[in-house]
């Protein structure tokens, strides 16, 4: 072997190894600007889901406040039929007493 070829092969093995370290150093850059990518990725799916889970809460609890007013206005119905009631029976209850206090007046 000549050392012209012996050069040759030396030059060779220090390309391959400066391409081995630059292939290094691009890998470990596609790596981080992957990892990084990914961050913002999970963060922007993070602020998604938390504006989902807020808007989900906010119309849950309008759904529960409409529920809750329709019961409370049937309750204020049932009250008000049931105090209508309470007055005519009240209005006949008193004619009732009335009409035993004036036979009982008159009879005597």
């Known amino acids: 072997m000549s050392l012209r070829n012996i050069k040759q092969i030396k030059e060779a093995?220090?390309?391959?190894?400066?391409?081995?370290?630059?292939?290094?150093?691009?890998?470990?850059?596609?790596?981080?600007?992957?990892n990084e990518e990914a961050s913002i990725i999970l963060d922007e799916a993070k602020k998604r889901a938390e504006?989902?889970?807020?808007?989900?809460?906010?119309?849950?609890?309008?759904?529960?406040?409409?529920?809750?007013?329709?019961?409370?206005k049937e309750a204020q119905t049932a009250c008000d039929n049931v105090l209508k009631k309470a007055?005519?029976?009240m209005e006949e209850a008193s004619s009732i007493i009335l009409e035993r206090i004036v036979k009982t007046s008159g009879d005597s």
Do not use: C
């Open 87 to 89: 007055d005519v029976n």
């Open 51 to 72: 504006t989902n889970r807020l808007n989900f809460l906010k119309n849950a609890e309008s759904e529960g406040q409409k529920f809750y007013d329709d019961i409370i």
């Open 13 to 34: 093995e220090e390309k391959a190894e400066l391409l081995k370290k630059e292939a290094i150093t691009q890998a470990k850059q596609i790596i981080a600007s992957a």
